[in-house]
């Protein structure tokens, strides 16, 4: 158990429509990291937030959005969803900043677009 | 733009051979380097990761990984293979300190033999 905790863990929604997905990061830690995991793209960073300011942006999409609230957990926003949006989205944390690399993974939410 | 080269998207081995899983990174200077494992619908879990400290990074689960500047590789090794090991191996770098972004390679799927 990484102690990074996601909801959903499933979600299968239509095209257009509009999920959120949460995140709580680990006690303690600051940083929190969206990415993205599909067959044809791998392992794609979204965003970064450090206590509630982005910090790093990645191939987000204009349609998704993130924010990190002042207890720290974390919603990304997916609209105007897409087939090709289905994916396994992954929620990390980690202590602070800089980033070290050692990240804490959650066990991610699946989101099937149909 | 930083990355790391997975060779192999598929890699099979005996139980109990030598496990060989390769990484070559681009970068003019010393990256920070890491090997991440990701088992069946789980997250992702740190195995190792090369800060320059050492050439030869020992992590989890017997695994270990040497940097070769000339060769702008590291590579993952395990002499002896278990059937718990197979899972998808990621290689992942973080070009400078203090840069955000922790960018992933594309993911060796390690597969067992009884």
């Known amino acids: 158990d990484s102690g990074v905790t996601q909801t959903p863990k499933h979600l299968i929604t239509a095209t257009g429509q509009r999920v959120t997905l949460r995140c709580s990061p680990r006690?303690?830690?600051?940083?929190v990291y969206w990415y993205q995991q599909s067959l044809d793209q791998g392992l794609q960073f979204l965003i970064q937030?450090?206590?509630?300011?982005?910090?790093a942006k990645g191939n987000i999409l204009e349609r998704f959005s993130a924010q990190q609230f002042p207890d720290l957990h974390s919603e990304l926003n997916l609209s105007s969803l897409e087939l090709g949006d289905s994916a396994l989205y992954f929620c990390?944390?980690?202590?602070?900043?800089?980033?070290?690399?050692?990240?804490?993974f959650g066990e991610g939410s699946r989101l099937t677009v149909l | 733009a930083q990355s790391v080269t997975q060779l192999g998207s598929h890699v099979s081995v005996s139980e109990g051979a030598l496990v060989l899983l390769r990484c070559n990174y681009s970068?003019?200077?010393?990256?920070?380097l890491f090997w991440y494992v990701q088992y069946p619908n789980q997250g992702l879990q740190l195995l190792l990761k090369?800060?320059?400290?050492?050439?030869l990074v020992k992590g989890i689960n017997g695994f270990e990984a040497e940097f070769k500047k000339s060769e702008t590789s590291f590579h993952l090794t395990k002499p002896s293979a278990h059937m718990s090991d197979a899972a998808e191996y990621f290689c992942?770098?973080?070009?400078?300190?203090?840069?955000?972004?922790?960018?992933f390679g594309t993911g060796t799927r390690l597969t067992i033999i009884p």
């Open positions: 090369y800060t320059s400290a050492a050439t």
């Open positions: 992942a770098v973080i070009p400078n300190f203090g840069n955000e972004k922790l960018t």
């Open positions: 937030y450090y206590n509630g300011e982005e910090r």
């Open positions: 970068s003019s200077v010393p990256p920070y």
């Open positions: 006690s303690g830690d600051l940083s």
């Open positions: 990390a944390s980690s202590v602070g900043r800089p980033n070290t690399g050692e990240l804490f």
